[in-house]
T-cell receptor
Framework: DAKTTQPTSMDCAEGRAANLPCNHS???????VYWYRQIHSQGPQYIIH???NNETNEMASLIITEDRKSSTLILPHATLRDTAVYYC????????????FGPGTRLSVLP | GAGVSQSPRYKVAKRGQDVALRCDPI?????LFWYQQALGQGPEFLTY????????KSGLPSDRFFAERPEGSVSTLKIQRTQQEDSAVYLC?????????????FGAGSRLTVL
């Protein structure tokens, strides 16, 4: 699986948009971009995933650059409950392929 | 059940004891993964099952670690002769074996502390 690079930590004001970047410059054509987050003392929680096109769901939006070498997770109106570690993972679309987690980005939403 | 259930949530063991951690995946989920998460680190892959078959155990750190899923549903991760370095949160995740992108659903984890 391609390696991803994320900032170690970020702060965001409550109510503002949180934009979390991820670099995956060696991504292959058949690899999806996934985002998970982990709130303290819980297991990782799925947020969103995409291949080429931008995606949006009730939790977040995923913007993937045209060359697919980077992406941004957007939480449109961050709340205190969004404070967590956010993991960006690239992975082939094979159900037997495990998810390789890096250290992630620790997002702190400040009041 | 509605989600992935793990038990016990917390386990304290003396060094040298054997421990068993249980995972109840979402009903009907074919794939099951175990991960180990040390304090302040991201989860690290241990092993993968498709139904009852253990297809990948490349992440198991030593032969003291053993996992099984005999009937293709509940899985048990067993650690023999526990060492202090085994202290971690052990996460279980399951997914439907669909073609294309699939999503893992994680349990809350079992926190093991070895004294």
């Amino acid at each position: 699986d391609a390696k991803t690079t994320q900032p170690t930590s970020m702060d965001c004001a409550e109510g503002r948009a949180a934009n979390l970047p991820c670099n995956h410059s060696t991504i292959s054509g058949n690899e999806y971009v996934y985002w998970y987050r982990q709130i303290h003392s819980q297991g990782p929680q799925y947020i969103i995933h995409g291949l080429k096109n931008n995606e949006t769901n009730e939790m977040a939006s995923l913007i993937i650059t045209e060359d697919r070498k980077s992406s941004t997770l957007i939480l449109p109106h961050a709340t205190l409950r969004d404070t967590a570690v956010y993991y960006c993972i690239v992975r082939v679309a094979n159900y037997g392929q495990n998810f390789v987690f890096g250290p992630g980005t620790r997002l702190s939403v400040l009041p | 059940g509605a989600g992935v259930s793990q038990s016990p949530r917390y386990k304290v063991a003396k060094r040298g004891q054997d421990v068993a951690l249980r995972c109840d995946p979402i009903s009907g989920h074919v794939s099951l993964f175990w991960y180990q998460q040390a304090l302040g680190q991201g989860p690290e892959f241990l092993t993968y099952f498709q139904n009852e078959a253990q297809l990948d155990k490349s992440g198991l750190p030593s032969d003291r670690f053993f996992a099984e899923r005999p009937e293709g549903s509940v899985s048990t991760l067993k650690i023999q002769r526990t060492q202090q370095e085994d202290s971690a949160v052990y996460l279980c995740a399951s997914s439907l074996a669909l073609s294309g992108a699939n999503v893992l659903t994680f349990g809350a984890g079992s926190r093991l502390t070895v004294l």
